[in-house]
């Protein structure tokens, strides 16, 4: 029964992939949580550690080469965007990924129903405003490390795979600056003071932000301090915008 379900998972992921493994336990082991203990299966932690810094150096030349006048923090940005947790757990949901993954996780099941249901908001990429499961993004990370042993360690090989995966990438176009950055460097712009405001996080789940003494906005998420705060840059950055046009507004009339 067992065998009948590692060759299911090996033909699935190989449609998914269009990569043909020549050493089929690689993608096995790439499918295979810490948390699993059955038979003594070697789990996925060493790959996903390698296939992370291959995904990082093969998006890294990808955008050189693409933009070569954008500049080294830009394409830092870039890149980030382009292989943090969520969009990778994007890729692992896209495809139904985890699926196929071999875990003994709690709640498992409902982290990716809940992240499913919130990337609908965001289509493309929340910039920090919800909560991706790590594990997800670990799967995407490990099948791309078994990918590059199996290929004789050919990055040609594993971006071809790779690049297909990643589509939607996020280019200069659509990326969208963090709400925290966005929101400093317009106080900083116009001369503003702001406060955030955190101390009832753990009660409401909330976090505020106040600028020159006035409350502008604010964000919930219980889960994490991090994405209420993000959450709450986003809507500041909103109310302050609207704040700005009318005293502009106002100024034109007087």
Known sequence: ?????????????????????????????????????????????????????????????????????????????????????????RVAIKYNLHDYLRYQIHLFKEQVDEFRDATMEYPLHSAGRIDPPKVLADIVESLIGAIYIDSNFSMDTTWKVVKDLLQPLITPATFEIHPVKKFNELCQKNGMSFKVVHDNWEKTGEVEYFVDGKFVGKGKFSGKKEIAQNRAAYNAYDQVIRNLRMETTVGDHL
């Open 1 to 89: 029964m067992e065998e009948e379900k590692l060759q299911q998972r090996e033909r699935l992921v190989e449609e998914i992939t269009g990569y043909k493994f020549k050493n089929p336990d690689l993608l096995h082991q790439a499918f295979t949580h810490t948390s699993f203990q059955q038979n003594s299966s070697p789990s996925n932690d060493r790959l996903e550690y390698l296939g992370d810094s291959v995904l990082n150096q093969l998006i890294a030349k990808e955008h050189y080469f693409a933009y070569p006048n954008l500049s080294s923090g830009n394409l830092t940005d870039l890149k980030s965007v382009n292989v943090d947790t969520e969009k990778l757990a």
